[in-house]
């Protein structure tokens, strides 16, 4: 199973702009490569505050509008991820409490695979399959 682990955002990293220390970052990179090791990390990243983002609003029919960051709800916001691969829910969960977070908060949802879609048809699932191998391969 897959997971995305989401970093919630908090004013701190978000309006202020505050970046991790030094010691915040080695241990970090600690648990990162603890992750690896294990064979269980398949991407993960930290994200620059709102105020360097955007978003895209679709409505209807009309072309897509491009709002520029910051936003205002940094608690809604995402600060960084993990894309974890584990045999169930209560793994990521003992992986997660193994972090090296002081405060704050994270969501762990499980990522859809394409099992889980009652009208992925046979062909559909082919044409994702090759999709990805291209991606990966990328």
Known sequence: MRFMVIVKSDEKTDVAGAQPSAEELQEMGK???ELVKAGVMLAGEGLLPSSEGFRLQYSGTT???VVDGPFAESKELIAGFWILQVKDRAEVI???KRAPFREGEIEIRRIAELEDFDNATPE?????QKLREQAEAN
């Open 63 to 65: 072309e897509a509008r």
């Open 31 to 33: 648990f990162n490569e």
């Open 124 to 128: 559909i699932v082919e044409h994702e």
């Open 94 to 96: 003992e992986w997660m």
